[in-house]
């Protein structure tokens, strides 16, 4: 990187010396943990490769099989893409939602009301509740509340029916999404000027959704960028909730994701390969719908 | 230099006004709003708390009860003796848990912010494609790679260290993303009037953007503290005498149905941390208005 300008490599080092010495720390632990593995990762993922033998090159072979012959890995890009589309937007909306509305509480009931909503996010495991609530007997929660009203009359087995384990996951996806990106817009709420709010309101802003559009949005453009991009991996990347709470494999592969896929190769097969072609396919997704997005965010705010 | 030192605190001063375009309706009704959803989130803390005080007869009455009744504390007691039982003696676990969490939490801090802060106000030669490495690298799943760093950490000799736990954290591009995120909001005027002062970019670093960010490094740090925290060592420490307590914890919890009562008394342990640390930063989030007054 440093010497693409061979001949005014020492200016160049000469004047940001310090910039690039404040950088070197993470560049050395950034190669050698995530960029190094990365490639590596890409590179397996044209061998077959079973952790024992000498990873052997196959060239294009696993994505032509993945592509054309896996059903199943069809089956979970559909239910991948079907489940981001839902939960990615809902959960930013979400997260930036319930910040801008507890950032205008007075501080120790914001405090509280901080933790209350990332309660899910920091207490582990805890979604495993949800199977409690969907237990298949009478006495679980929904089973139980439906046949009180009266809506059924029989309980339902939430987990084996098909057409429920989606929005099941997704209910349970959301509810667990308010973590990251909502603690970085709170963050971001404290940036946004003071000042800003009270020139508005003598530039006659009338209402919140105005100080909102015209203030409080364009003042948090790096922190709505941070969390785009974390919906995008997050919403991706969801597999241990599907496999915690409806199994796996699931019942008509109805919970089946990308990344439940990788896991069945990678932790349960061994075909190490094929999981790195996966995993491929998955990175190039992401960076695909990243750069969609973040050109729709610029329009936007233009 | 005095210049600068006079915004930085000016803008460190609780900015106190009250806004006036609210309409109470609206203020009512969003607040209901917001009681809904708190309710269906804080329900597995209350889940959590209550089975931790619940006598054996509760935790397996069917169908299940959210609150204790008769709340008692055996299963601390039973956890106790687990405990007393170990090979190991706690205080070793405790010190490698907060070992891993301090150095690892401090080191993602620090290295990630002095990355960040060339990275968000200049460009430079490589400045561009570095930080288009970083975000790229955030999506890419980090099952495929455990298996190349395991090879790199045993080519390195780290496998069995805290430093291999730590360092692919450190070296990780989440902290930096975030940090770069809210650096960038720094004004650049003061970074210039730094600079004419004399100032090094070690000494803006740490006398302007650190104090800046503060929100910033305090979100990363619960983060941080967070997965720490809860990170059992893996296959990355084999040797009991590195475990974490989160570890030695999950060995409860998996002992069988006998140990039903203590595995909830170790599920409110491992929350009440975490829990405790939160609150404390979050509350700094809130105190700081870091930049007010500063731009525009």
């Known amino acids: ?302 | 230099m005095k210049k600068v030192f006079l915004a930085v605190r000016k803008g460190w001063r609780k900015f106190k006004f009250k806004r006036k375009n609210r309409s109470l309706a609206m203020d009512i009704l969003l607040i209901i709003l917001l009681g809904c959803i708190g309710l269906v989130s804080i329900w597995p803390l209350l889940y959590i708390i209550n089975a931790a005080f619940k006598p054996m007869s509760e935790i397996f009455l069917f169908p299940p009860k959210l609150f204790v009744r008769n709340p008692t504390l055996n299963n601390f007691f039973d956890l106790s003796v687990l405990i007393s039982e170990s090979n190991v003696i706690f205080g070793r676990y405790l010190f490698n848990t907060i070992f891993l969490t301090v150095v690892g939490t401090g080191g993602t801090v620090l290295v990630g912010s002095m990355a960040a802060f060339p990275l968000a106000k200049y460009r430079f030669p490589g400045s561009k494609v570095m930080s288009s490495t970083v975000v790229y690298s955030l999506m890419f799943n980090g099952t495929v790679t455990a298996i190349p760093n395991y090879i790199i950490m045993s080519r390195l000799n780290l496998i069995n260290t805290y430093w291999a736990v730590i360092l692919p954290v450190v070296g990780g591009t989440f902290g930096l993303y975030l940090m770069q995120n809210f650096i960038v909001q720094v004004p650049d005027d003061l970074i210039e009037a730094a600079k004419i002062d004399g100032m090094s970019e070690y000494g803006i670093f740490f006398k302007i953007i650190m104090p800046l960010s503060r929100p910033a490094w305090i979100t990363l740090i619960i983060l941080s503290f967070q997965s720490f925290w809860g990170n059992t060592g893996g296959t990355f420490l084999y040797s009991e005498k590195l475990k974490p307590v989160s570890y030695m914890l999950s060995q409860v919890i998996n002992g069988g149905i006998a140990r039903t009562g203590a595995a909830a008394a170790v599920s409110l342990i491992m929350l009440v941390v975490p829990v405790v640390v939160f609150v404390i930063s979050q509350s700094n989030v809130l105190e700081t208005m870091a930049t007010s007054g500063l731009k525009g």
């Open chain 1, 1 to 302: 990187m440093k010497k693409k300008k061979k001949t005014t490599f020492r200016e160049v080092w000469k004047k940001h010396r310090q910039k690039y010495i404040l950088m070197l720390p993470f560049i050395v632990l950034f190669v050698v943990f995530t960029l190094v593995p990365v490639l590596v990762s890409i590179v397996l993922s044209f061998t077959s490769f079973n952790l024992i033998e000498m990873p052997k090159f196959v060239g294009l072979r696993n994505y032509i099989n993945l592509l054309a012959f896996d059903s199943v890995f069809l089956i979970a890009v559909k239910n991948t893409l079907l489940f981001a589309i839902v939960t990615g937007p809902v959960s930013y909306l979400l997260c930036f939602g319930l910040a801008w509305l507890i950032n205008e509480l007075p501080p120790k009931v914001r405090a509280v009301m901080t933790l209350v909503f990332y309660a899910p996010s920091i207490s582990g495991g805890a979604y495993m509740i949800w199977k409690l609530i969907f237990s298949s007997d009478s006495y679980g929660y929904a089973n139980a509340l439906l046949m009180n009203l009266g809506i059924i009359q029989e309980p339902i087995l939430w987990f084996a029916n098909k057409d429920y384990i989606m929005p099941i996951l997704i209910v349970v996806q959301l509810w667990l999404s308010i973590g990251v990106s909502f603690l970085a817009f709170i963050a971001g709420l404290q940036n946004v000027d003071r000042s800003l709010y009270e020139a508005g309101q003598m530039d006659g802003v009338k209402n919140r959704w105005q100080e909102l559009w015209y203030i409080t949005l364009p003042q948090m453009k790096p922190q709505l960028m941070f969390g785009a991009v974390m919906q995008i991996t997050q919403s991706l990347s969801v597999s241990s909730i599907s496999i915690d709470l409806v199994g796996f494999p699931s019942v008509d592969y109805a919970g089946h994701t990308i990344l439940t896929h990788l896991h069945d190769y990678g932790n349960l097969r061994y075909e190490m390969g094929y999981a790195c072609a996966i995993a491929t396919i998955l990175f190039f997704m992401m960076i695909f719908i990243n750069i969609i997005i973040q050109k729709l965010l610029r329009k936007v705010a233009s």
